[in-house]
């Protein structure tokens, strides 16, 4: 009993580890997915999954979606969560990455709306 006890408290205590060093300073992104509208025109930057299904089999990386919107998430230190989607502009250089893989971030919000309007300034490997 009390070895189950214990590799529950190990678990719990190593994924609540884990998830402060994934989701970094995520600490606006309350206030972001409350008050989209007032950071309308910003640059944001953020550190995101891709969301978008690019799967690595496939022979695609996120490098292909220049010129195209995708959809990236991220969470904050409560655990919101934040999907946007981000226009990728053509010649930016991109990281060779594919769905679920981390990266930062930096996009104007363009029309005060996480799903429309958001133009990438730069996407990094953490």
């Known amino acids: 009993m009390k070895i189950r006890i214990l590799n529950k408290l190990f678990i ?3 994924c609540a580890s884990l998830t402060a060093c994934d989701t970094g300073d995520q600490s606006n992104i309350a206030d972001i997915i409350d008050n989209t509208s007032k ?5 944001i930057t953020l550190d995101m999954v891709v969301d978008e299904e690019i799967m690595p ?3 695609r990386t996120l490098r292909d979606y220049a010129g195209y919107e ?3 998430h991220a ?6 969560r934040l999907d946007a989607v981000i226009m ?12 679920n893989d981390k ?3 930096t996009f104007i919000c ?7 309007g958001n133009v990438a300034e730069s996407i990094k490997r953490p």
């Open 88 to 99: 990728i502009p053509k010649g930016m250089d991109v990281p060779n990455v594919c769905y």
């Open 75 to 80: 969470y904050g230190p409560k655990s919101e």
């Open 70 to 72: 995708v959809k990236f």
């Open 103 to 105: 990266v930062n971030v």
């Open 39 to 43: 950071h309308k025109g910003e640059s």
């Open 57 to 59: 089999g496939r022979g």
């Open 12 to 14: 719990t205590a190593l």
């Open 110 to 116: 363009g029309e005060g709306d996480l799903l429309r």
